[in-house]
């Protein structure tokens, strides 16, 4: 800010040099004269009062380096818009070349507080809760497991130790054989009885047919003329 206000008051108190008074017009032909004038009282104070708005920008321009600008938005002298972020960083905006959404878009983002630290997680790694629980699941195993296993080898010992044929199973085996075959003697019997009335059947049906006829068109004739 010093240093934009020693700025103006160097362009205020400038004023433009006299204008140079008219030259004589020279001969045709021959070279013109040159004339070296003196410097003018104006351009005099002109340069003196450049020269002292250098040295104080040189003063002040040490001064405000190493110090930080506040936070905020402030309007300079020209009409422009000067934002300056929570980094220290100061940036310029033109009206003219922003909306008025855009440039108040622009001015939250530079002054919206920094996201909260993310806190680390001080929980166990990964691999040390899938090493724990690959150990429990071998643990339960042998826990549960072993004895499962063992009584089951147990129990097949002992049906191979104590699995006796009986004395009369022989015996039982012969009877039931002779039971089969004796049922499918009389299957076979049973079944060729059937075999041969079906043959009968089929060659007397050709006699017994008209025979049949006969005796169903005298009965219905008796019940016409009765």
């Known amino acids: 800010m010093h240093t934009e206000h020693a700025t103006m008051n160097a362009t205020t108190t400038l004023q433009p040099p006299p204008p140079a008074p008219p030259t004589a017009p020279g001969v045709p032909g021959a070279p013109a004269p040159t004339t070296v004038q003196a410097p003018s ?14 040295q104080a920008v040189a003063e002040i321009a040490p001064a405000q380096e190493g110090a930080r ?14 934002i300056v972020a929570r980094d220290g960083q100061v940036t310029v905006l033109d009206r003219n070349l922003f909306r ?12 919206e507080p920094p996201p909260p630290p993310e806190i680390p997680d001080r929980g166990p790694p990964e691999g040390v809760i899938a090493l724990m629980g690959i150990l429990a699941f071998f643990v339960t195993l042998m826990v549960i497991g072993f004895p499962l296993a063992r009584a089951l080898s ?11 044929v009986p004395a009369d199973v022989g015996l039982r085996l012969e009877r039931i054989e002779q039971a089969v075959e004796a049922v499918a ?4 019997r049973v079944s060729e009885a059937q075999r041969f009335s079906a043959r009968l059947l089929s060659e007397r049906l050709p006699e017994v047919l008209p025979r049949l006829d006969a005796a169903a068109e ?4 008796r019940r016409i003329e009765g």
């Open 41 to 54: 009282e104006a351009a005099v104070r002109v340069t003196e009062e450049l020269d002292r708005a250098r």
């Open 100 to 111: 008025p959404d855009q440039i108040e878009e622009l001015v939250q983002t530079a002054l």
């Open 69 to 82: 600008p506040e936070m905020g938005v402030t309007t300079t002298p020209d009409g422009r818009i000067r």
């Open 185 to 188: 003697v009389e299957v076979e």
């Open 154 to 164: 147990r129990r097949m010992d002992r049906k191979t130790q104590g699995g006796g």
């Open 218 to 221: 005298s009965m219905q004739r």
